[in-house]
Nanobody, 123 residues
Framework: QVQLVESGGGLVQAGGSLRLSCAASGLTFSGFAMGWFRQAPGKEREFVAG????????RHADSVKGRFTISRDNAKNTVFLQMNSLKPEDTAVYYC????????????????WGQGTQVTVSS
């Protein structure tokens, strides 16, 4: 069975940093583009960042560009999201997701999802 397991969430003060990890199993990791999404209560899940199969290409939402960086280590079947200069509006449950082939910034394009990890940024 495909499993995506996020970790690294927690409580941090505004301006601080967190590094999220997503460990994948049950799939050929290098065959999938990976994405990070987030969802606040009562809000739709939104795209945060995506990375191509090889890691050669990345895409970041305008709201996080310059602050967050997605990366992956295919040898370890893991994708990361380095989050710096965190703001209260970054508070959400963060999910990693996998899709065949190329990056897409939309929820419906992704086939597999992790359980999410809570990120809370205090002011």
């Amino acid at each position: 069975q495909v499993q995506l397991v996020e970790s690294g969430g927690g409580l941090v003060q505004a301006g601080g940093s967190l590094r999220l990890s997503c460990a994948a199993s049950g799939l050929t990791f290098s065959g999938f583009a990976m994405g990070w999404f987030r969802q606040a209560p009562g809000k739709e899940r939104e795209f945060v960042a995506g990375i191509s199969q090889s890691g050669a290409s990345t895409r970041h939402a305008d709201s996080v560009k310059g602050r967050f960086t997605i990366s992956r280590d295919n040898a370890k079947n893991t994708v990361f999201l380095q989050m710096n200069s965190l703001k209260p509006e970054d508070t959400a449950v963060y999910y990693c997701a996998a899709k065949s082939r190329t990056i897409a910034p939309v929820v419906t394009a992704y086939e597999y999802w992790g359980q999410g990890t809570q990120v809370t940024v205090s002011s």
